[in-house]
């Protein structure tokens, strides 16, 4: 099977532009979850999605956003970028079934750097 | 907050096997705990995970004590491609997210 891929894998933006990042999963994988990473805060989960419905939310402001297609693939925004928005974004993939100790497979992530 | 307590760092020779501890004594009888790993700038890999029972599979060997206040990760023969930061999390089946601490740095040396 294919892994996870992400797209694009760097990306520069500026303060206060808006940016869309893609995620696909592996196949037959309806769970989609997504993951900021930065020197300081460390991996730090943003939100989770299951078939197209957001199930699960971390602690971040409304700026950052996502969404699950009927395939399964996933996308997230952030808007209005903050210079602290400068991070490796992840995805991750699962059966994400409820109730089962299911892995999560994670993508190569997005750098993203905000100028 | 973080529910496991790992070395910041450790070292291990090439060959030799390499023994991740890993505290979580507040752990409830639903949480699984799971090991990651990710390499410098990669995305984290899913390496084993375990309930009460130890595991093994093609990476590495899962042993959780019998009170599972702790596990041990043991990769059987380190390699120098097994340097990177080692995730030990527990994680509830009804949770949808893995919550990632500091991670233990593992350096193998040749």
């Known amino acids: 099977k294919a892994g996870v891929t992400q797209t694009p894998r760097y990306l520069i933006k500026t303060r206060g532009q808006q940016v869309t990042l893609s995620c696909s999963p592996i196949?037959?994988?309806?769970?989609v979850s997504w993951y900021q990473q930065t020197p300081g805060q460390g991996l730090q989960f943003l939100f989770e999605?299951?078939?197209?419905?957001?199930?699960n939310k971390g602690n971040f402001p409304g700026r950052f956003s996502g969404r699950q297609f009927s395939n399964s693939r996933s996308e997230m925004n952030v808007s209005t970028l903050e210079l602290g928005d400068s991070a490796l974004y992840l995805c991750?993939?699962?059966?994400?079934?409820?109730?089962?100790?299911?892995?999560?497979?994670f993508g190569p992530g997005t750098r993203l750097t905000v100028t | 907050d973080a529910k496991t307590t790992q070395p910041p760092s450790m070292d291990c020779a090439e060959g030799r096997a390499a023994n991740l501890p890993c505290n979580h004594s507040t752990i409830s009888g639903n949480e699984y705990v799971y090991w990651y790993r990710q390499i410098h700038s990669q995305g984290p890999q899913y390496i084993i995970h375990?309930?009460?029972n130890n595991e093994t599979n093609e990476m590495a060997s899962l042993i959780i004590t019998e009170d599972r206040k702790s596990s041990t990760l043991i990769l059987p023969h380190a390699t120098l491609r097994d340097t990177a930061v080692y995730y030990c999390?527990?994680?509830?089946?009804?949770?949808?997210?893995?919550?990632f601490g500091a991670g233990t740095t593992v350096t193998v040396r040749a």
């Open positions: 999390i527990v994680r509830d089946v009804g949770d949808y997210k893995l919550s």
């Open positions: 375990g309930l009460k």
């Open positions: 196949s037959g994988h309806r769970s």
């Open positions: 999605y299951f078939s197209e419905t957001q199930r």
């Open positions: 991750a993939s699962s059966p994400g079934t409820s109730g089962l100790p299911y892995e999560q497979y």
